[in-house]
């Protein structure tokens, strides 16, 4: 059975570091892109950045780049978000997420979507 | 950035209904399209990828449907545990990006 379990959060005051992590079990780590999401309480879903397979690839969004790191430990099966001066706006339940995908026939390029989710871990930023 | 924009943000309907929501992206994504339940408290789940796709153990009253900038996700004969949050993303272009959410609810 596929498992992501998130690790690592919690209360912290603005402009502090957090290191999420996240446990992957089940399935070949190695073999997928893995992603973070997060959702601030009553919001919707943001991306926050994705990795690849081998670590040599990384994506952020906007809103955390040059704030956040994305990496990933093949050998410990585990992802980790190191996130650093963190915001109020970046409180949220934070997910990790498999990046399945496909080749769709007819279609040029790949179909990716997030298969499987971890349960989250509440990053809380408050003085 | 692709934009995703979900209508309508909120849905009341019945069991036994028909239901559709649409999501409408700012430029072509093709097929890449993926749409996600959430449940209050619970992680996402993947209902349906490449637009149309059915994933696996999704039961088949969900569908989807679309290319290009229009896409609709549709669920047949509602059933109780359908009603929750619906996700549209995209996943043509990094950053992926998604709808702001339809919450489906008892009539």
């Known amino acids: 059975e596929v498992q992501l379990v998130e690790s690592g959060g919690g209360l912290v005051q603005p402009g502090g570091s957090l290191r999420l992590s996240c446990a992957a079990s089940?399935?070949?780590?190695?073999?997928?892109?893995m992603s973070w999401v997060r959702q601030a309480p009553g919001k919707g879903l943001e991306w926050v950045a994705n990795?690849?397979?081998?670590?040599?690839?990384?994506n952020y969004a906007d809103s955390v780049k040059g704030r956040f790191t994305i990496s990933r430990d093949n050998a410990k099966n585990s992802l980790y978000l190191q996130m650093n001066g963190l915001r109020g706006e970046d409180t949220s339940v934070y997910y990790c997420?498999?990046?399945?995908?496909?080749?769709?026939?007819?279609?040029?390029?790949?179909?990716?979507?997030?298969?499987?989710w971890g349960q989250g871990t509440l990053v809380t930023v408050s003085s | 950035d692709i934009q995703m924009t979900q209508s309508p943000s909120s849905l009341s309907a019945s069991v036994g209904d028909r239901v559709t929501i649409t999501c409408r992206a700012s430029q072509s994504i093709s097929i890449f399209l993926n749409w996600y339940q959430q449940k209050p408290g619970k992680a996402p789940n993947l209902l349906i990828y490449?637009?149309?796709s059915l994933q696996s153990g999704v039961p088949s009253r969900f569908s989807g449907s679309g290319s290009g900038t229009d896409f609709t996700l549709t669920i047949n004969n509602l059933q109780p545990e359908d009603f929750a949050t619906y996700y549209c993303?995209?996943?043509?272009?990094?950053?992926?990006?998604f709808g702001q959410g339809t919450k489906l609810e008892i009539k």
């Open positions: 490449g637009a149309s």
């Open positions: 997420a498999r990046e399945g995908d496909e080749i769709l026939t007819g279609y040029v390029g790949t179909a990716s979507y997030f298969d499987k």
């Open positions: 089940g399935f070949t780590f190695s073999s997928y892109w």
């Open positions: 990795i690849k397979q081998d670590g040599s690839e990384k």
């Open positions: 993303q995209q996943s043509y272009i990094t950053p992926r990006t």
